[in-house]
């Protein structure tokens, strides 16, 4: 099946394949987050007592849409003073590896686009990236309030990358390897054989850290919109802000799916008389995006000070000490609970 | 001898307001800040700004009724009444006491309309969304108290000196049906309001304290709401009466001064309610005083409800030199006639003299103070905005904090420019 342009050469029909590849990948990812910010406007409207929008359509459902042609067509305006390579550039720099990280995310056993070993790594690398389109929009700008924000935002993702990172170190010591694929691979056997249990205090740190890395209330203080206005997207508009805004749904999503995969045994099914299939991950993924829409209706924002004495003080010796916990177990005869 | 040149690190300014969504209408800040951490706070006002003091010398004492709503636009009532009873002193003439029971019924259902748009404001400051939706939902059915007794949502002109405008009516204005909503839905809207506004102001009441055990759940024992609000702004108390606070402000510090006590107005001395004070005067314990008061204002409510039901009687003093005769008479009765003639086109004198008096408004002392020539309208009217002295305090109160506590201690401060402007 790889080679479904059979007269053409191999190199070029190879790179058509990778790019229909690739756009059955980024569409229906466009698509799930029109509709993510669909879904949270309507879930946290019920939670707050009202309807949310249900004019547009049937219920609404064509709100996204009319926000992304409104977003199109609005004039995109520099600052003065702002840099105009750089300001364009970090919107940019911010959507593209949110997009990129989702080439090793695999959707079943066989449906992903590159099985690279190093998958985990790869994704790692590429969430790291995002916050220098952060940095960039905010220097860029020429503007107080954009500059506290993406300073706040650095000193914030690069915290928090630790914690996550060290949580993920303790996915790679029970499943043995760094493929995302091998990683789900290593939890079968139903529920009880996923990693959210053994590893339990390293899901919610990590689920409280992708909360943070994607700046999501109540870590929202590189938008703060009731402190820095809007941090620093303050001086986007138009098109350049819905970039922002869909790279930050694009990533609470990948985030979500990344917990599905290592702690919630990705495509498998919970319990053996079910068939392992996508529609589990879908389903588990929405699930956890459900908490990131409860989350916001719910916290009220830390303050910055607090975010890092959290992040430093509280999740990384936490994940430090499980850690040495697990692989103190594996040593033991327990140590069939930790595979 | 060796030079070390080291660079210079200077503190830069930032403009916060008028048009920044935590600024509370108009107000501007020019901040002077290390980092994140302020040194200097100035707070520039005059934007609001619309004369009231020098548009009341114009108008007689009656058409300056209606300007005392927008003032504190959030505690519109409370305002009215402080300059009703400034009036009514200077006039010396006697409020009936059903009329006194239902300014301070209207006065504490002011209360609430107010605490519930500080709470939700504040939150929303601190960034929970939820308990803003939650406390607009109460007070649209507090904006339907006041316009079932005032025909208007929000500047009410309901208090007259000498009384108020009419007295409680029987029956609440009903939703009707309409293309969106179906009947059986309209009938569950208008289920509270089939009997008189005391009705309904009773089931609210009922509600009420369930409310509040909502919001209460939402943050006062939430661990973000607290690191972000005990400790910040701390005001000691005798630091608080030199800065000239009162209100909650005054009695998150822990001080006990309550105008409602100390200097009992109306009908306040004969109504069971306590006064709520803060141990440490930071934003958690004026947040937990104004919830408490909350409640005991509801509970003032429901003791007025019971008194109203059982006391017809005049709301209005029945002195025509001041208060217009009714219909009826100025209909049949030639002195009535010229009284409606003269009150509605000359207005009432009040002697040469001068009067201050004061209510325990919302927000704190809110007072009016009036010299009079003998004229029908006022030689000079000054009015003490409780959030004037409070909003002079920010540089004390935010000095060394965080961007981020700044903006609690402008929720905590429950600024409304409105009356600061004037």
């Not at chain 1, 138009?238 to 702690?263: D, T």
């Not at chain 2, 017809?312 to 006639?337: A, L």
């Not at chain 2, 959030?387 to 506590?405: Q, R, V």
């Amino acid at each position: 099946m790889d080679n479904i342009f059979p007269q053409l050469p191999e190199i070029i029909s190879t790179t058509l394949w990778t790019i229909l590849k690739i756009v059955a990948i980024v569409i229906p990812l466009m698509i799930s987050v029109a509709y993510l910010t669909y879904f949270e406007r309507r879930v946290i409207g019920f939670m707050q007592g009202r309807l949310g929008p249900n004019r547009v359509g049937y219920f609404g459902l064509l709100q996204p849409i009319a926000d992304a042609l409104k977003l199109m067509f609005k004039e995109i305006i520099h600052p003065t003073k702002s840099n105009n390579v750089l300001f364009l550039l970090a919107p940019i720099l911010t959507i593209a590896p949110a997009f990129a990280a989702w080439a090793v995310i695999p959707f079943d056993a066989e449906l992903v686009l590159s099985d690279i070993n190093a998958g985990l790594l790869y994704v790692l690398a590429m969430t790291s990236i995002a916050v220098y389109g952060v940095i960039i929009a905010g220097w860029a700008s020429n503007s107080k309030y954009a500059f506290l924000g993406s300073l706040r935002s650095a000193a914030q993702i690069v915290s928090y990358e630790i914690a996550m990172g060290f949580t993920l170190v303790g996915v790679l010591m029970c499943a043995n390897s760094l493929n995302l694929g091998e990683i789900v691979i290593g939890q079968s056997g139903g529920i009880s054989q996923w990693y959210i249990w053994p590893l339990f205090p390293l899901f919610i740190i990590y689920f409280i850290s992708a909360v943070a890395e994607t700046n999501r209330a109540p870590f929202d203080v590189a938008e703060g919109e009731s402190e820095i206005v809007a941090g620093f997207h303050v001086e986007y508009s138009g098109m350049a802000f819905a970039v922002f805004f869909l790279a930050e749904y694009a990533n609470m999503i990948l985030v979500s799916m990344l917990a599905a995969l290592m702690f919630l045994g990705g495509w498998l099914s919970p319990f053996d008389f079910f068939p392992d299939s996508i529609v589990w991950l879908l389903l588990k993924v929405a699930f956890l995006l459900f908490f990131f829409l409860w989350f916001r209706a719910t916290f009220p924002r830390y303050r910055y000070d607090q975010i890092m004495r959290l992040g430093w003080k509280i999740f990384i010796p936490i994940t430090i000490f499980w850690i040495i916990f697990v692989g103190f177990m594996m040593q033991t005869p327990y140590r069939e609970m930790f595979h | 001898m060796r030079v070390f040149i080291v660079a210079e690190i200077k503190n830069y300014t930032m403009n916060f307001g008028p048009q920044h969504p935590a600024a509370h209408g108009v107000l501007r800040l020019v901040l002077e800040m290390d980092g994140e951490v302020i040194q200097r706070v100035d707070p520039h006002i005059g934007l609001l700004h619309r004369a009231t003091e020098k548009l009341a010398e114009n108008r007689t004492y009656l058409q300056s009724v209606p300007y005392m709503d927008r003032l504190d636009y959030v505690s519109m009532m409370m305002n009215e009444h402080a300059y009703v009873m400034t009036i009514e002193k200077l006039l010396q003439i006697k409020v009936p006491i059903r009329a006194q029971y239902i300014r301070v019924l209207f006065d504490e259902i002011t209360r609430i309309l107010n605490h519930l748009l500080w709470l939700g404001a504040h939150a929303l400051d601190v960034g929970a969304m939820t308990v803003f939706l939650y406390a607009f939902r109460e007070r649209e059915d507090l904006f339907d108290c006041y316009e079932a007794v005032s025909g208007a949502r929000m500047h009410a002109a309901y208090y007259r000196p000498g009384g108020v405008y009419r007295d409680l009516p029987s029956s609440m204005p009903q939703f009707q049906p309409s293309k969106k909503q179906s009947s059986s839905e309209i009938n569950k809207l208008n289920k509270n309001r089939t009997g008189s506004l005391l009705d309904f102001i009773e089931d609210f009441a009922k509600r009420f304290p369930t409310y509040v055990d909502e919001y209460e759940t939402l943050l006062t024992d939430n661990r973000i709401w607290k690191q972000r609000t005990v400790g910040i702004g701390v005001v000691d108390p005798d630091r608080a009466v030199a800065l000239g606070m009162t209100g909650p402000m005054l009695r998150g510090s822990g001080v006990e001064w309550d105008l409602r006590k100390k200097q009992p107005y109306e009908t306040y001395s004969e109504l069971d309610f306590k006064i709520p004070i803060g141990k440490e005067g930071d934003c958690y314990d004026r947040y937990l005083v104004r919830m408490e008061e909350m409640r005991e204002s509801n509970k003032i409510i429901k003791q007025c409800i019971d008194w109203l039901r059982e006391n017809p009687g005049p709301v209005i003093s029945n002195d025509n030199k001041v208060t217009p005769p009714s219909r009826s008479e100025m209909k049949e009765d030639m002195e009535s006639m010229i009284h409606h003639f003269k009150l509605f086109t000359e207005g009432f004198h009040i002697p040469k003299g001068e009067a201050y008096a004061a209510v325990e408004h919302p927000k704190g002392e809110f007072g009016t103070y009036i010299i009079s020539d003998g004229a029908n309208k006022p030689y000079r009217l000054k009015i003490r905005a409780p959030g004037f002295p409070h909003l002079a305090a920010i540089n004390e109160m935010t000095k060394g904090h965080m961007l981020s506590d700044l903006v609690a201690i402008i929720g905590t401060q429950d600024i409304v420019f409105g009356e600061i402007d004037r």
